[in-house]
């Protein structure tokens, strides 16, 4: 241990850098800890400490930029001050730190760094030889000790004594020795860290007094200034000095406390001007001038000072009354839709229709629909395209996986890091109040213990409701009456009926080959050839290889898949366009090289050379993608027409089935063997569907005879002795609906009687016991899927040939639709020559005539 002057520090110290303020002997002060080294040296000593020997530690000013954010350790000040940590506070907020208070003890010299990790230690000699000036009161050091004694008492004599911070100060001049006088004045009046770590630096005492002495001075000038400008308020004493309990300390560089308290100020006052000018509601503005008033009495370092200045922020930042002119030309808006989307005839039909009645009547509120479609369909995009169109902004919300209403409603500010929704924030970044609103894959919400976000999105989607739509952030109604709200989904199926309820469906079917062959030529392929830095002069696909990409390498109803085979023959071709401007580039430098005397030519002679190897070169020929050159870079077809292959023997069909992807054919294959009557499904089949099979089996039971069906030895049940099992191909989908109710009833058919379903033919229906075919969903995503099958005859339900108005002309001309209302007609349109036989079919008291309707 080191001894001075009845105060003793340890031989070593573990180091406390801060770049907050110089520390002074005598002297209290509050410091931040939030650094790693600090932080340790916080948890190792002064929390787990249990001496008084362990809560002295050496603070060293950090002289390096604070935001500077540095493993290394910075060069040591040699000079500090031993301190004794009188309290330590913790917080988490914002981040994780410490603040301790600390009383100077002395000054210190670091003899030699011991280690720097965890946190610097150090051994020090103290340096603070205290000097009696009564043992020599007439010398110069004398001298000095009295005149600064006199100006410190000029000092407080200026100060109104009736503060009882004053008269404390007056008294503790009295009481302490002449010594310690400069450093305890030097940390209470307004000097800058460059001025009190020149004080820090002055180790004698007759230089501490020559350093210190001017400082009052101007102190004293300053106040004499202040008298002179205006009369002298208690509180004015407070700014200069204060005394609290554990010792004498400033508040904190009163200059820099002053601009930033007038700075606030400033900001505050334009944050009023902004609220009285932003045109918000009344109870809105009401709100707001509340929170104004509590700012203005908050100080800065209360946490809720922050909140309340975020909350006010947002408030003025969001679009209370500025909004967008739309643009009601309907031409242009046809022409304009036309441009960026083909096809989707509905969806354009109903953004006119808007554009019209807003022409009509001004303050029509926003619709809110919703697109259901399969993926790649262009449901987003042409969200794009019709704010584009009304010339309004566009903002996306991607709401797949989202479980927590909050995300919707936004949290209360009671919260720590609360934020509004991201309706809100959707509002306050495109900066009006009617914007086109995409809520994007509004089908995949989830829903958690935090909440439902489906049931928040009723008030918004609610076009009775979202006029006060309140925000739990916010707290007052916003008006979202002039949103154009636009939904997205896949399906409805796993919308909650309350949400479908509010909005307005539009189904996006999925696209025919001759419209993807369109797209890919309008849209597609010039996007890819520009993403790829290519030149329709440098490569050409043509129809017919559009075609056959779009047949044998995708199957889907949108057109993502074509896009990415699309961008793949780029690829290729970018990599022959490549190769070949560097062989060019060789060739026409050996062709140089090979002149003779080329170095010694003149700079003309060069360049009619290059020009002249130039033109000798053939032209540059666009390469055109056959199928030899589609097959060497895609591979071979992913499709391949299959589906006469596969009903090369009885007991096969092939139905329709609709999902979220689009349409797809789906085959349906059943065997008999010898048994005891058992029936046996597989496929990952639903109970719907399982249904559907059990009641197909008994339609058959029961018309065994009519229809002449027997089992394997010729008994006329079909089902004595025999087991029937029925298979539904790709068992790793999950399958289920009424619709293949004729299918089953077509395979079963087919494998009791022996004959073969027509290969061209696809069906889809529901079956009753009594043989009626009931109508079903998703015709013309099947008919889609059969028309890409390549399939010629589609069976529908007699109650679904409306439907078939929806369905392309053309593709209505290249197909025969069966419209049948019982499962007989089915039979006698799914078999060559009808079911049974011709003589069979007309003794039949059930048999109607032929009901087939060709379109």
Known sequence: MSSSGGIQIPGRLPLLLTHEGVLLPGATMRISVDTARNMQLVKSRLLKGTSLKSTIIGVIPNTRDPDHDSDELPTLHSIGTAGLAVQVVGSNWPKPHYTLLITGLCRFRV?????????????????????????????????????????????????????????????????????????????????????????????????????????????????????????????????????????????????????????????????????????????????????????????????????????????????????????????????????????????KRRVLEYLAVRQLKSSLKGPILCFVGPPGVGKTSVGRSIARTLGREFHR???????????????????????????????????????????????????????????????????????????????????????????????TATIPPALLDRMEVLQVPGYTQEEKVEIAHRHLIPHQLEQHGLTPQQLQIPPHTTHDIISRYTREAGVRSLERKIGAICRAVAVKVAEGHKMSKQESSNHQQDQPGAE????????????????????????????????????????????????????????????????????????????????????????????????????????AKLYQLTNMSGHPDPMEGTDIHLHFPAGAVLKDGPSAGVTIVTCLASLLTGRLVRSDVAMTGEITLRGLVLPVGGIKDKVLAAHRAGLKRVIIPKRNEKDLEEIPAHIREELDFVAAGSVDQVLNAAFSGGFPAAAAAASSPLTHPHLASKL
Request: glycine fraction near 6%; aromatic fraction near 4%; include cysteine.
């Open 600 to 703: 010694e030519k003149e700079a003309g002679a060069e360049e009619a050379q290059r020009e002249s190897a130039d033109l000798s070169a053939p032209p540059e020929m666009p390469i055109l993608i056959d199928p030899i050159a589609l097959k060497d870079i895609l591979g071979p077809p992913l499709f391949e027409m299959e589906v006469s292959e596969r009903l090369t023997l009885p007991g096969v069909a092939i139905g329709l089935a609709w999902t979220p992807l689009g349409g797809e054919i789906m085959f349906v294959e059943a065997s008999r063997m010898e048994g005891d009557g058992q029936l046996t499904l597989t496929g990952q089949l639903g109970d719907v569907m399982k249904e559907s099979a059990h009641l197909a089996i008994s339609w058959l039971r029961s018309n």
């Open 397 to 491: 919300i991607a709401l797949g996986g989202v479980c927590d209403q909050s995300d919707i409603r936004g949290h209360r500010r009671t919260y720590v890091g609360s934020m509004p929704g991201r309706i809100i924030n959707g509002l306050k970044s495109v900066g009006v109040n009617n914007p086109v609103f995409l809520l994007d894959e509004v089908d995949k919400l989830g829903k958690s213990l935090q909440g439902d976000p489906a049931a928040a999105l009723l008030e918004v989607l609610d076009p009775e409701q979202n006029h006060s739509f309140t925000d739990h952030y916010l707290n007052v109604a916003f008006d979202l009456s002039q949103v154009l709200f636009i939904a997205t989904a896949n399906t």
């Open 111 to 347: 003899a030699q760094l011991l280690k720097e990790r965890p946190f610097p230690l150090a051994e020090v000699l103290q340096l603070d030889q205290l000097e009696q000036l009564s043992n020599s009161p007439d010398g110069e050091l004398g001298e000095l000790g009295e005149r600064f004694y006199e100006a410190a008492v000029q000092l407080v004599g200026m100060l109104d004594m009736s503060v009882p911070v004053v008269a404390k100060l007056r008294r503790m001049l009295d009481s302490l020795p002449r010594e310690t006088l400069p450093d305890v004045l030097a940390s209470m009046i307004r000097t800058t860290n460059k001025e009190k770590l020149q004080v820090l630096d002055a180790v004698s005492l007759e230089e501490r007094f020559k350093k210190t002495l001017p400082l009052l001075f101007r102190q004293i000038e300053g106040l004499k200034l202040l008298q002179k400008t205006r009369k002298p308020k208690p509180d004015d004493d407070k700014k200069v000095l204060s005394i609290r309990k554990g010792g004498v300390f400033p508040i904190h560089q009163f200059s820099l406390e002053e601009e930033a308290e007038d700075d606030d100020g400033d900001d505050i006052t334009l944050l009023e001007r902004k609220v009285k000018g932003v045109n918000m509601p009344e109870p809105a503005l009401r709100v707001c001038v509340k929170e104004l008033k509590r700012l203005k009495k908050m100080p800065q370092s209360m946490p809720e000072y922050a909140l309340t200045r975020n909350y006010l922020e947002l408030m003025v930042e969001l679009p209370w009354s500025k909004s967008t002119t739309d643009c009601l030309d309907i031409r242009a808006a046809r022409v304009l839709l036309d441009n960026d989307h083909y096809a989707m005839e509905k969806l």
